[in-house]
């Protein structure tokens, strides 16, 4: 089985940062991209950003320049670095990792969530 825990919303005001980080464990043979969603109230859920495993990332394009993804595959943890964070950044933030679990099929996983609350 694989898990995944995230840690670090929370409520912030404008313009101040966050650090999301997420940590997959259990039978994991290799990991190939982890990333960030985003699910606001009324709205769908939506790609934040993401890293591959050879580190090629991808932005949503309302947060290009403000939110920096990173992974650390000796650990199994992807974080994300959120500055300058807008009312419009609330949501509830889901880790997401595509995987090789020690089975004989690729997987995709989803974290359980974590709010991030931004207060004009």
């Known amino acids: 089985q694989v898990q995944l825990v995230e840690s670090g919303g929370g409520l912030v005001q404008a313009g101040e940062s966050l650090r999301l980080s997420c940590a997959a464990s259990?039978?994991?043979?290799?990991?190939?991209?982890m990333g960030w969603y985003r699910q606001a109230p009324g709205k769908q859920r939506e790609l934040v950003a993401s890293?591959?495993?050879?580190?090629?990332?991808n932005y949503a394009s309302s947060v290009k320049g403000r939110f920096t993804i990173s992974r650390d595959d000796a650990k199994n943890t992807v974080s994300m670095q959120m500055n300058t964070l807008k009312p419009e950044d609330t949501a509830v933030y889901y880790c997401?990792?595509?995987?090789?679990?020690?089975?004989?099929?690729?997987?995709?996983?989803w974290g359980k969530g974590t709010l991030v609350t931004v207060s004009s």
């Open positions: 997401n990792v595509v995987l090789q679990p020690m089975g004989p099929y690729p997987g995709d996983y």
């Open positions: 259990g039978s994991i043979k290799r990991i190939f991209v």
């Open positions: 890293i591959t495993s050879g580190s090629s990332t």
